[in-house]
């Protein structure tokens, strides 16, 4: 019997090419769930013009019209819980969350790099991709983790590689990888859906057979 979709809420703070996944993802059946609404945390975002082309429920929770985190975050997961929301997905998301604890386990990011390494405060865009660059890395590639009220800290569950080439550019890289991301987040969103995920510590167990996507190097 097929599952009931499960409903999303979709984070954004810039462009929304990761929205823009899900909703095509969304739409070819590939991914089971439903968005229920996109936030953006400024006004006048790509991301929340590809939400109302798609006729999605979105809001603005502007970060500068609150005092603190905690202010911030409680609007924000104020209305998740009017639309229902069982997973809050963060799509180049760029501000900090304070996680409440009904939320613990029910919200994910996708980072582009291969965490521990290249996160954390000020690691976002093409900074992640400059540093993995003057590091000299091998490989590269996408971390989907659970979120803590830590940047890019929390449990991680899918991870996708990608080779680092000798001639790329930030911008080459980059490319490569959000196409290891637009395989990654949606297999650990099936994931979640499926009741696959279980969190250890700092560990996240699968505990029923992966999609391929999930698995596949």
């Not at 998740?80 to 069982?86: L, Q, R, T």
């Not at 550019?169 to 949606?186: H, I, M, S």
């Not at 859906?193 to 560990?203: D, K, M, S, V």
Request: with cysteine; charged share 25%; proline share 6%.
């Amino acid at each position: 019997m097929e599952r009931t979709p499960i409903n999303l809420a979709v984070l954004v703070s810039g462009s929304g090419t990761t929205l823009q996944n899900l909703i095509e993802k969304i739409a070819s059946g590939d991914l089971n769930a439903r968005i229920a609404l996109v936030i953006g945390s400024k006004p006048d975002l790509l991301g929340l013009k590809r939400a109302a082309d798609a006729k999605l429920m979105n809001f603005v929770v502007d970060r500068r019209d609150f005092a603190d985190p905690l202010a911030f975050s409680r609007q924000v997961f104020s209305l998740c819980d009017d639309a229902g929301v069982d997973l809050v997905c963060l799509c180049g998301w760029l501000c900090l969350l304070e996680v409440p604890d009904k939320y613990a386990g029910k919200v994910m990011n996708i980072h582009p790099a291969l965490l521990p390494c290249f996160g954390g405060k000020g690691m976002y865009g093409p900074r992640v991709h400059e540093a993995v660059l003057a590091h000299g890395c091998k490989v590269s590639g996408c971390t989907v983790h659970f979120v803590d009220n830590d940047y890019d800290a929390g449990p991680i569950i899918v991870q996708r590689t990608c080779e680092v080439r000798e001639d790329d550019t930030p911008q080459a890289l980059a490319a490569r990888v959000f196409e290891e991301e637009k395989l990654a987040y949606p297999a650990a969103i099936s994931l979640f859906a499926a009741n696959a995920l279980r969190i250890e510590g700092r560990c996240v167990r699968i505990t029923s057979p992966a999609p391929v996507e999930a698995v596949r190097p």
